[in-house]
């Protein structure tokens, strides 16, 4: 039998669809060989064979799925919360591309990833996508910290071959594809942070370069994970570059880099329309939703209940550092906030989003990405937190719901009390 199998006792709240959750008090929640084997509200309906597993008691503490982070920039997590009165491509240009070009020596990216993912290891989040940079030694780092944190994770090596400064821009696409393939042989062996492939948008990459990294998409069997449709000179500048594809997503599409067989996440979706969506939806494309960085960045605001209504696969972003929070606690917050902003400045008429639907996103939502993680229901991967109850308690009773709703909107990692991937208890 494998060592990773135990039951924890407390109050158990998961999501049961996009709009309800399930919710469990003084029950009991079962690991199996690092998968979830169900909640159970008596010791007396837990299977048999699991009833001998050691025991852990969280009475009266509330215990939830692990979030997943579907979207965040590795090396602008140094330079968080500096540049927020600036546009995104202004932005770009004066903060997030001088900092990335730092990461071409070593020592400084050894410094800054390491910072990250100590915060990472202390917060909520259990599954991460995130981009690196051009570099392959401080990208092959990057990997090296976060297969030792414990987390699970998909970290990209970025494509850049045109429209970026000279201390970021490959010299061409044929050497932009050979340090790709470089990155991906060395690292084969990690087990818990995995390869995906981060073109960083259409106007930062050739034709010639998409078609490279087409055929290594299609010769590895590669995720990938780019932007679309984030702000409005973005997709105007996509047009000029790509006259031919009739919206940003069929600029993706050209190169068969647009979901299909291979799980793709497209970050933001702002200003996606009709032809996007239904492509996005046949595709069977992720939508990273990233509220915060939409905001900062002056982008808009993405119409995510149009999305779900849509049969779209959306999760959660921080977009670190055009967001300036890594947990997934914020951006579900952040989410519920603009999406009452689009609603009463007429931006649109749909309903705002609800607790249930940002709890969702931000964990079976996001985790659809990465397979059956994000729930407790029997067969999903084990990733869970034990939280306290944010400090101070009211002075009146508050049902479960109530309780997960102050932790979505006042907890911090100092209420994080366990922290556990594939059934894995991870030091804090």
Partial sequence: MDGRNFILKGDICYSKTRTSLATAEQSFLVCAEGKSAGVFSQVSQIPLPYRAFPYIDHTGKLIIPGLVDLHIHAPQFAFRSLGM????????????????????????????????????????????????????????LLMELLENSGLVCMAGKVNMDRNSPDTLREQDAACSVAATREWLERCGTYTRCKPILTPRFIPSCTDELL??????????????????????????????????SSCYGDAYTRFNLFGGPVPTIMAHCVYSGNEEIALMQRQGVHVAHCPQSNMNLSSGIAPVRRYLEAGLSVGL??????????????????AIGVSKLRRCTGTGAEAPLTLEEVFYLGTQGGGS?????????????????????????????????????????CSDERDILEKYVQGILLPR
């Fill in 85 to 140: 009165d600036l546009e995104l491509l202004d932005w770009l240009e004066t903060r997030a591309f001088p900092e990335e070009a730092k990461y071409q020596d070593t020592g400084y990216a050894l410094r800054a990833y390491t910072a990250l993912v100590k915060d990472l290891q202390q917060g909520p989040n259990t599954r991460i996508c995130l981009f690196g940079t051009v570099h392959v030694p401080a990208t092959l």
């Fill in 369 to 409: 990405f990465f397979g059956q993680v994000g729930s407790f229901e029997a067969g999903y991967e084990f990733d869970a937190l034990v939280m306290e109850d944010p400090h101070p308690v009211p002075p009146f009773p508050l049902s479960l719901r109530e309780r997960l709703e102050r932790i979505v909107g």
């Fill in 317 to 334: 972003g921080s977009d670190v550092a055009g967001g300036a929070h890594t947990s997934m606690f914020r951006a579900m917050t952040d």
């Fill in 211 to 244: 078609r490279g990294l087409s055929e290594i998409q299609q010769q590895y069997n590669l995720p990938l994970q780019s932007h679309l449709s984030e702000n409005l000179k973005e997709i105007a500048w996509v047009q000029a570059l790509c006259p031919q």
